[in-house]
């Protein structure tokens, strides 16, 4: 069974460009959340989608956003890229909806590595 | 606002020995508590899973405990193997409307041969 899938796996952006990160979760899964990981913060959430509708949002700017797909791909756009948004972003996807209690442990990809320059 | 912590940032240990990993969180309304390992520039391997009403969860040389009264996980690996050598993230699944992972800093693991 083939895991979480992310690409692209690296991007180097500079600052001011918009940039579009996929992610394809685990066949059956449901809900997809994306998450930031840097060396300062650590890893934050971003935000949860589930049945093509975002269930929940972290504190993050309006740049960043997503959507999820009736396939349940899903992608996540960061506009006027800063230099702070460089950072490996994970997508995780869990059958059913995160909280729900049944069927709803998160199973990670490998990651998108951006680089803003 | 739930924040978890993991103590020691950082343990070198030789092969074989047995070690244990701290994590704790501020807000006991929780789901669950998941372990995780993390190896250098790649993605997050689910170790264990503990629901909240459950006390301890065991896979292989690993054993997850949680207390969830008193904000506590620990995470005991057995014969340490220098292929354990990661950073291992501790990560709660938060209540209260806005569910999602709340993750510590992780600890990093070195274990030598």
């Known amino acids: 069974k083939a895991g979480v899938t992310q690409t692209p796996r690296y991007l180097i952006k500079t600052r001011g460009q918009q940039v579009t990160l996929s992610c394809s979760p685990i066949?059956?899964?449901?809900?997809v959340s994306w998450y930031q990981q840097t060396p300062g913060q650590g890893l934050q959430f971003l935000f949860e989608y589930f049945s093509e509708t975002q269930r929940n949002k972290g504190n993050f700017p309006g740049r960043f956003s997503g959507r999820q797909f009736s396939n349940s791909r899903s992608e996540m756009n960061v506009s006027t890229l800063e230099l702070g948004d460089s950072a490996l972003y994970l997508c995780?996807?869990?059958?059913?909806?995160?909280?729900?209690?049944?069927?709803?442990?998160?199973?990670f990809g490998p990651g998108t590595r951006l680089t803003v320059l | 606002k739930q924040e978890v912590t993991q103590i020691p940032a950082a343990l070198s240990v030789p092969e074989g020995e047995n070690l244990v990993l701290n994590c704790s969180f501020t807000d006991s309304a929780i789901y669950n508590l998941q372990w995780f390992r993390q190896d250098p520039g790649k993605g997050l391997t689910s170790l264990l899973l503990?629901?909240?009403?459950?006390r301890e969860q065991t896979s292989g040389r690993l054993n997850a405990s949680l207390d969830k009264s008193s904000g506590r996980s620990t995470l005991y690996i057995a014969a340490s193997q220098p292929g354990d050598s990661a950073t291992y993230l501790c990560a709660v699944l938060t209540q209260g409307g806005s569910e999602k992972l709340v993750f510590g800093k992780g600890t990093k693991l070195t274990v030598n041969p």
């Open positions: 995780a996807s869990s059958r059913s909806k995160v909280g729900s209690g049944r069927n709803d442990e998160q199973f």
């Open positions: 066949s059956g899964h449901r809900s």
């Open positions: 503990i629901q909240s009403s459950q």
